[in-house]
């Protein structure tokens, strides 16, 4: 039950705003961001643990909506080092599952100057 | 160490050979995670540990895959009679403990990059 994530890639220019959206099937108990540049390993952007829930890095937010179970990672007045394939992961609800992360196919995101 | 350390970096190795992938978790890290990403996808599951606990297993594709961690160290992920298509980046990350929430976040080493000739 791997999440879909919506772009799979969008091109922005220095200074526009972006958002990537991550939905799942299955309730869920909280999603997390990573950001991996080419060649390097996925760096943790922010967690999201309650509905409803805004969750701010930098320029860069991020909302869950449990009752929809789904995530949006927002960037604003996007910067050159914003470039790179973004990654959620998400937590499902059951007992079992807890800290199993299943990821998201990632959304490539190129930020040209 | 400061982060999670992989090695080798990259492997490139003949169909039918075994080869062995190493990850040195964060000091203290008691869960221990092997991802494999293929060009241009996302990160697949393919085993955890969570300290003496028997390990989950059920993202491993198939028996010629298999690993091991002694405690709360070293990793080793060892991939039998390589096939072409195990050709991928093997990432590992380990985070405090297997939980929900922050103590859960998972910090990924750089990877091992194979290649099956």
């Known amino acids: 039950q791997q999440p879909v994530q919506s772009p799979q890639a969008v091109i922005l220019r220095e200074g526009e705003d972006a958002v990537i959206n991550c939905s799942s099937s299955k309730a869920l108990y909280s999603v997390h961001w990573y950001r991996q540049k080419h060649g390097e390993a996925p760096v943790f952007l922010m967690i999201?643990?309650?509905?409803?829930e805004q969750k701010g890095h930098e320029k860069i937010s991020a909302s869950f909506n449990e009752k929809k179970q789904q995530s949006s990672l927002y960037l604003t007045a996007s910067q050159l080092s914003y470039s790179g394939t973004y990654f959620c992961g998400t937590e499902r609800r059951d007992g079992g599952s807890q800290g199993n992360l299943i990821f998201g196919k990632g959304t490539k995101l190129s930020v040209k100057p | 160490g400061a982060g999670v350390s992989q090695s080798p970096s990259n492997k490139v190795t003949e169909k039918g050979k075994d080869v062995e992938l190493r990850c040195d978790p964060i000091s203290g890290h008691t869960a221990l995670y092997w991802y494999r990403q293929r060009l241009g996808q996302g990160l697949e599951f393919l085993i955890y540990?969570?300290?003496?606990?028997?390990?989950?297993k059920s993202g491993l594709p198939s028996d010629r895959f298999s690993a091991e961690r002694t405690g709360e160290s070293v990793s080793t992920l060892t991939i039998q009679r390589t096939q072409q298509e195990d050709s991928a980046v093997y990432l590992c990350?380990?985070?405090?403990?297997?939980?929900?929430?922050?103590?859960?976040?998972?910090?990924f080493g750089a990877g091992t990059r194979l290649s099956v000739l």
């Open positions: 540990f969570q300290g003496n606990s028997a390990p989950d």
């Open positions: 999201l643990l309650k509905g409803g």
């Open positions: 990350a380990s985070s405090l403990f297997r939980t929900s929430g922050l103590e859960g976040i998972q910090y």
